[in-house]
């Protein structure tokens, strides 16, 4: 059993930048593939970015790609999303989300864990 928990969110303006984190519990964190979604009002979840166990391989939706980053540090049991230039369309609850083998994945059902969720608001 894994248990995340997310911290980070906030209200910023447009252009503005924060750094979400996820912290894992367990100790097999390292073995697992990560991701953020998220989930604006009345709308479904969308992936947002996925990373590989070793954090050597990344894949970003294409709405994001530039201005967010995704990054973990295994021997923390963390995993960060460092959003930049963001935008009122970027408004949504951000969930991050754990899934049982290395490799990553896009596929909301394809993940076996995941957190409360993070409000993230951004003003225009």
């Known amino acids: 059993q894994v248990q995340l928990v997310e911290s980070g969110g906030g209200l910023v303006q447009a252009g503005g930048s924060l750094r979400l984190s996820c912290a894992a519990s367990?100790?097999?964190?390292?073995?697992?593939?990560m991701g953020w979604f998220r989930q604006a009002p009345g709308k479904e979840r969308e992936f947002v970015a996925t990373?590989?166990?070793?954090?050597?391989?990344?894949t970003y939706a294409d709405s994001v790609k530039g201005r967010f980053t995704i990054s973990r540090d295994n021997a923390k049991n963390t995993v960060y999303l460092q959003m930049n230039s963001l935008k009122p369309e970027d408004t949504a609850v951000y969930y991050c989300?754990?899934?049982?083998?290395?490799?990553?994945?896009?596929?909301?059902?394809?993940?076996?864990?995941w957190g409360q969720g993070t409000q993230v608001t951004v003003s225009s």
């Open positions: 990373i590989s166990w070793s954090g050597g391989s990344t």
């Open positions: 989300a754990a899934r049982r083998t290395e490799g990553r994945a896009v596929a909301a059902t394809r993940y076996d864990y």
């Open positions: 367990g100790r097999t964190f390292s073995s697992y593939a």
